[in-house]
Each structure stands twice: as C-alpha cells, then as structure tokens.
C-alpha cells in the first residue's frame, strides 16, 4: 500500500470541506468587499482569504502535525463563523497561535481598525479622516512587524519598532520631463491589453524615442557620423538598430551596437530578437568573451565593446558591417574609449560606413568635438520628478543602512506602488544582502507582502537574467540588487524607490608602481544622479542616498575619471601594437592617459617579451594577442609549452578566467565547506594547484553536478570554466602549441605561472609582513587563500584586491632562484 494515498473517506471528507469552504469563503469575501472601500484592504484581504481557504483545502493537513492541524482548523471555524454571522464584528481575528510576542496587540488594533470601518452602513462613503487613520493603523502594524535580530521586543508599543530605523532629510527635488503627455500613458495600457506579440510592438510604440524615428533616419542618412543623446530607457539601444535594419541598412553589412557590459549586451540583445520575433542567435545576436551567439544570419549584433576591440584583429576595416553604434559611450570604459579612434579612422577610409555615438548624457558636445563636429541628435527624455532624501549622518555600515532602508519602505509603503533598486558593488556584496534580507523576513509570511529579491551582476548566469525583466504582481514587491549596470545600461521599468549607498567597484592603477588594484570608491555626482533617475521612469519616484548632502555636494567629484586614466593599459597597447598601431604617444586619444602610464604598460609588456626593445611587437606577443586575455595570463599559457603542461596550464588560466568564486560556504554548514575546500590544499599547494586538482577531480567525475554540490563547489563556475577551457585549448592550436600533461610536476607547472606573473610577486619581511618585491608596498594574502594561514616566505600572485587592505588573490608559493631562471631580465641575484 502506497502511504500518501488519500483513503477514500477522506477525500469524501476533503470533498465536503471543499464545498464548506468555497461557500464561506464566498461569503466572507462578499462581506469584506463590502466594507473594505479601500482598494488596500481589499486586495489585501482578499489574498489572504485565499491564503486561508487554499490552506483548509490543503489534503496534507490531514496528515499535518497537531498544531498546525489545529491551527487550520481555527481558521476554518472564523472563517465560516464570518460568514454565517451578520453581527460579526468581534469575530474576525486570527487566532492566538498564528501571533507571535506582541502580535496579539496587532492584530486587536487591526480589528479595531477594521470595526471602523465596518462601522459605516453600506452605500455610505467612508469618510476621508477614518479612512485615513485606518489606513495609518494599517501601516503601523505592518510596520511593528520584527526584523530579525536586530529588533528587540516591543510588545505595548505601536510605534514603529526598527531600533536601527535610518533618518533622512528630504533634499532636492529632480524636475521631471515631457511627462505631461498623457497619450503616452494610454498608449502604454492599449500596449498592457494584448497579445504578447502585438504587445511588445505596441510597447515599442511608448518609447520616447518612437517619435522621432523618420527624422533619426534622415539624419543617419544625410551625416555619416552622429551623436545621439537620449535619457536612460528613451530606447536608443534597442531601437535604433531595429530601425536602421527596418530602413534596409541590412542589406549591406552588420549593424554593430557595444555595450561596455556583456550583461547587458546579452539581455538587450534577448529583447530584441523578442521585439522581432525571431530567435536570438539568428537575425539578432550577441557576441561576448568566451561567447559568441551569433550565425551567419545575424543582422544586429550587440557585442561588448572589448570584442569590437578584437574584431579589428581579424578585420581591420570592419568591412562585414555597414553600421556601428558606439552605445554608452558616456561611460568611457578603456576598451570604448579606444574604439573612439579607431573607428572615426575607419569612418575616414570608408564613407558609406555609418558611426552613431550614443550615451545618456547631455555633456555631448565634447563627443561632437572629437569626431570632427559631428550633429548632436537629442531625443527628449521622459522622466518624473524625483525627491531626493539623504541621510541625516554618515552610515557607517552602507550595506546594512541599504537593506533597513528598503524594509522600511517595503512595509510603510503600500504594496504594489512601485519596486526598490539597489545599487551595489558586486556580486558578494549582492549575495550578501540577499541573504540577509531573506533572513529578516524569513517566517513573516503573510504578514508583511512578498518580497521578490532579483540580484543582476555580471556573471549571474543568463536563465536567472530575466527575472529582472518580468512585471512584479500586484500583490508583491521587487527589489533589484544591482551593480553599476542599472545605472545606464538595463532600464528597470516599475523601479519607484531608488537605494543609492554612493560607491562603485572601480579598478585603481598606480602609474608609478604599475600596481593595478580593484577597489570599492565613493562614485561621482554625475552617477548619483544617473541612479536617482532611475527611480523616475514610470512614475515620481524617490531616491534614498546613504550619505549626507554635504557628502554629495562637497566629498563626490563631479564626474568619473574616465577608466583609461585609471588602469594598466598592457592589453590595450598589445591590441594597439597588433593593429600595427605604433605611435602611441600621438596616438588620437578622446582623453589622453598620462604618458607615464603608457611607458609603464610598454615596459611591462617588454618584460613579458611581446615587445623587443625598440617597442615592435614580438613572434611572442603576436601570440598573445591571439588569447582574449590579460597579458600575463597570455604568457603564462605560451610559457607552458616549454614546461610541458599546458594541459594543466589552461585548466588554471579557465579557472582563474571564470571572474566568480568557485568555493561557497553556506552559513549552515560551514565547517563542511572549509574541510571540503582544504582537501584541495592539502600539502599547501597554493590556490593555483588548488584551482587545477578542483578542475581534474571534477573532470574526473565526468562533469558531475553531485560532486560539486558534496564538494561545496559552485556548478555555475565550473561549466564556465570547462567553456572557457575548451576555447582556450583551440586558441593553443592556432599558436602552434601541442597539449601536453605533466601533472605531476608542480615545479613546472609554478614555472610556467612565473613566466607570466613575475611582476606579481612578495616577500615575507622580518615585521612578518609581505612586501611587493619590486615595489615598496604592504600586501597581505586574502584570508580565502589556502596559504592564508601558511605564510610562505615567498609568494606570486594572480591579482590585487583592495578592500580595507590592499590583499593578494590566488597565491602560490614560490622558490627565489625560480624567478632569477624565468625571468633573468627582470630578477638577478645579489652578490
Ligand atoms: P536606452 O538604451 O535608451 O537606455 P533601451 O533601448 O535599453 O533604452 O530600453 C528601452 C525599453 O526596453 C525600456 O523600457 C526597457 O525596460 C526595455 N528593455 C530593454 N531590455 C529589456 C529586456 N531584456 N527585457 C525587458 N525589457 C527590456
Ligand atoms: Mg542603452
């Protein structure tokens, strides 16, 4: 006998309480719509009283545990209470096993407030006052709800209860655009009424840009290049290159579009071949590092600006495409910024190329300057009025501030007005906070609305990327956990509230040292202001800014130094150096970077052999140019030929190459976790041996996804690394490089690491702190590393991380004499 069959008496049983329920709940709901004038209340109530009877319909609870059976039950008995009893206004009350401490309290002022408003005869209008302090009564209990820890008990006190409740003082008010029009709005519920199809070409109708399709097309026609400004979401990066190709500028050649992000090159790219009704890889593609969705059908290509970099590689002229779109150029990512040169050359050797330079800002006449006075086309933005709040005092926790301040609006403001974005640093950061917000309103249920958390990052994976995207039921809450890339590149329709803690993830380059470190800085007035806009796209929103506003006007530069001034241009120079780019210092740079900078990445790339010593380009560093990586990390790769191991090594480099971690620790199980992960550093082999026996142990379970979960390995990580492993090993072919193995020789293997990274070495000083062997700085290993604790005498390195202290990620051991061997220009020995 199978046990979870339902015996025939109790569906019998299940059948007539079926019949019981539907009609009470039928009733009860009648009764509630009567005095529930408020389309609050209703909602509300209504849900819940499905909640209810979906639970009493439930089979399982006649197998439930007795509590919860009991509980059920009790639900049922008010519920048909309710109905049955015209006089009921003491009835409606949840029972005392559903409340925790001072819930009790709660639930009385709620039926108190409820009486109230039953008071009023039906047909009578509820009058605004009463309304309004139901209402109020309402929030406040949603509002004494408990937060986790944080939270002491309060069970008399009605006020609101967040003990760490963050103040703001309300500041500037951003003036909204063109938002008066009001066929806009009808436009967009004709839009809500249809067909998924006919309802994403009449969304394409609601853009701002929409209108004024015919005259950018005259426009792109009559000037070959053209600067386009347009406010985030006016549609310029979905909707220009459709137009283009509806206007037949297809027919000739690709359109190109860069996004400074591969996120968003890929969802864009998904939503127009959505648009357009055809499958994404086919007319409408993307093409990304270790990616590439693209065939010979595709028309629109979005790619990120980094491979539009490399495409120069195998195309100098660019001539498959008839159209290129530089978007974001606002943002000045390296990779844009270089393209800025490069393709008003190509714009000169081929006039029937056509060059649209888009961004979000308005400071474009610097753009129209560079590319030889080129006409600016404005689409008028669309933006509600934003008020801004600041804070009172500093925070000095900005995560936890974030996470409060988006509860507080969760439960004081009413469900379904409007969704929360949260700007964040990156992907831990953005784990971090999911958690923790799922853990504070773990077991509130019912209680408080739902709230859906979306996290977007780089590298969170393409199926979870939609979720962003999909409209937030009425009932429930959105709360996007974003990085930078909700700043400009992926609007958020519905976003109401706008979290903006102040600080961005940005590489730092020290020119003088050549040290490169990624760190976490205040960002810039022009970016806070991009982010609060974000909030007033469908509606007037409000933007929260963690800071104080005399921080924001006397603490945040104006604008982002662009990235070419702030980083190592090693690969950029190779790429340069490839296209038989020689001249650099008189290279057309939009902004030059500062000559030291560029000396530096000449002199590094010399080191690594890719350049000889009249700075042209070596057999070695045409070779690397062939790998999309950072140079070291080319090098490293070519090194292992002569090593043997290159089998070995591009496993490390995919690993290395995967940009997410690939151990976690569930705060559950966490003893689990670090004994799995030591396994991997037994012996203390350093974190890039460590990498190497995770990627062969997971190979040798024939990619299973079990091991990685007994393994406490990240499933997503890995499959990424085997893409990347796989495109690496047949870039090994085109330089000629034959796959060898050599596992068991470590030497070798560190050898061939050192080939490449030399310059990233320390050595642990007598204060028993490590300092960079070639520069005067303190670096200390991340306390994630497997040597964390073994402190080796002397260490390489795969990269600097700066958070409180300038750390070393991904750290190996290694002998002195192995440097002077590998890198003999680099290294001698002291007599
Ligand atoms: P812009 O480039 O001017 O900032 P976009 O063309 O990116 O504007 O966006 C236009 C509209 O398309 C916005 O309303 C945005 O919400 C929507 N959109 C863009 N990408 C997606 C996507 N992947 N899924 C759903 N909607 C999207
Ligand atoms: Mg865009």
Redesign the pocket.
Known sequence: EVPWTTKPNERLLSKRKEEEATKSFNSLAEALRTFSRREYFKRRELKKLEEIRDDILDEEYLFGDVKDYRFKKQIYEVATKLSTDDDNTDMYRMPDAYDDEGGVNQEKRFAVAMERCRGLKDGDKMNPSAEQEAWEDHQIRNATLKFGSKNKKQPENYGFVFEDQIEFIHGQVMDGENVDDETCQEEHEKAMAKSAHEKLSAERKT?P?YPFRESLLKAVEAHQVLIIV??????????IPQYLHEAGYTKRGMIGCTQPRRVAAM??A??VSQEMGVKLGHEVGYSIRFEDCTSDKTVLKYMTDGMLLRAFLAEPDLASYSVLMV?EAHERTLSTDILFSLVKDIARLRPELKLLISS?TLDAEKFSDYFDDAPIFKIPGRRYPVEIYYTKAPEADYLDAAIVTALQIHVTQPPGDGDILIFLTGQEEIETAEETLKDRTRGLGSKIQELIICPIYANLPTELQ?KI?EPTPVEARKVVLATNIAE?S????GIKYVIDPGYVKMKSYNSRTGMESLQVTPTSQASADQRAGRSGRTGPGKCFRLYTAYNYFSDLVANTVPEIQRTNLANVVLTLKTLGIHDLLHFDFMDRPPDEALLKALEHLYALGALNKHGELTRVGRKMAEFPLDPMLSKMILASDKYQCSDEIISIAAMLSTGSSVFYRPKDKQVHADNARLNFHMGNVGDHIALLKVYSSWKETNFSTQWCYENYIQVRSMKRARDIRDQLRGLLERVEIELTSNPGDLEAIKKAIISGYFPHTAKMQINGLYKSLKHPQTVYIHPSSGLAQVLPRWVVYHELVMTNKEYMRQVSEIKPEWLVEVAPHYYQLKD
């Open positions: 853009l840009v347009g406010e985030t979401g006016s549609g310029k990066t979905t909707q969802s864009v998904n939503r978007d979000a939609a995207f400009t992926l609007t958020i329709d």
